[in-house]
């Protein structure tokens, strides 16, 4: 009986030892399969982390890379459409481009008021002062070969002006002015193209032209301005077959339609007689804007023709 006890005891003690090995063991199992998630969730973070941190350097990057591109692009488009036969506005007053055209960019910096103006090109600075100035700063090529910058104002009276800044030795010479809006201007086969007001007679637009040379504007002389508006003779008025001709050859008579053809911008103006389609000239008055010389003596357009345009 007590060997019985005996074996049984011990039976129990080696299954009691053996349900404890397997919970040891599936215990172990259970701690290295936790241990190995862990481990492998831990890995993949760091993982993702990487692949993360590297896609967002590479973003970073290409919106460097894009950044940089666009601001190449950009300076590119503004160096050829300077070229190009328009002025161009440099937003924000400010630019790099190579004016002298000798490989290095010159950084400029405008600012205005109505009154004042301030041009800055790689330093060195430009005051001036103008009337009623539009606060903008264009940049045109007119010879094909340097590039100039151009400052409108609209004028005491709606009279436009630009004035012409060339690059010369470092600094800015002022190579001129011309007497018309900023759209007004083209440059064609080397030539400068306007719309200013005539020099004499009527204040009405004409077609003008300039050259640019050695940082200076140049006025090219046409021969001929086209007006082409049409007014009536207040009186009798004899006037001239050809410049410098017979005066009495023509004769227009009081109550005539006539219509100014244009003028040599100097001191002979050319109409026609509507009615008839006879031409003639007529001859300024020496030292004044728009008086007549009718028979010796100065008679202002005005007791002569109703319809002339005059500004003021």
């Known amino acids: ?24 063991m599936e215990s172990s199992k259970a701690e290295e399969t936790t241990a190995a998630v862990a481990s492998s969730a831990e890995t993949e973070s760091v993982s993702n982390a990487a692949e993360s ?4 350097s590479s973003t970073a990057e290409e919106t460097t890379v894009e950044a940089s591109q666009a ?33 290095n960019k010159e950084k400029i910096q405008f600012t205005a008021t109505a009154d004042d103006y301030e041009l800055t090109v790689n330093d060195v600075v430009t005051q001036g002062t103008g009337w009623s100035l539009t606060g903008e700063i264009y940049a045109l090529s007119m010879d094909g070969s340097t590039v100039e910058l151009l400052i ?5 009276s709606d009279d436009p002006l630009i004035y012409v800044y060339g ?19 083209s440059v064609a086969d080397g030539k400068i193209n306007c719309r200013e007001l005539s020099n004499i007679f009527q204040t009405v637009g004409v077609s003008t032209q300039y050259k640019y040379e050695k940082h200076t504007l140049i006025s090219v002389d046409l021969g001929f301005y086209k007006m082409n ?7 009798e008025i004899p006037a001239y077959d050809e410049k410098n001709g017979e005066e009495g050859a023509v004769v ?16 002979w103006i050319e109409i026609e007689d509507i009615a008839s389609g006879k031409t003639g000239w007529l001859k300024l008055a020496p030292d004044t804007y728009s008086d007549l010389e009718i028979s010796g003596a100065a008679i202002p357009s005005t007791v002569c023709f109703d319809g002339i345009i005059l500004a003021g």
């Not at 508006?229 to 009186?235: C, E, G, K, P």
């Open 252 to 267: 227009i008579s009081e109550g005539s339609s006539v219509k100014i053809l244009g003028t040599d911008n100097k001191e």
């Open 71 to 103: 601001t190449t692009e950009a300076a590119i488009a503004l160096s050829e459409k300077v070229k190009m036969e328009a002025p161009v506005l440099l937003e924000g007053g400010s630019a790099e481009l190579d004016l002298d055209q000798d490989g």
């Open 229 to 235: 508006n049409t007014v009536t003779a207040l009186m």
């Open 167 to 185: 690059y010369d030795n470092g600094g800015m010479k002022l190579a001129g002015t011309l007497a018309t809006g900023i759209h007004d201007i």
């Open 152 to 156: 409108p104002e609209d004028g005491p």
């Open 53 to 56: 941190s590297e896609s967002e």
């Open 1 to 24: 009986m007590k060997i019985k006890m005996f074996m049984l005891g011990v039976t129990a003690a080696v299954v009691l030892a053996a349900c404890g090995e397997g919970a040891v």
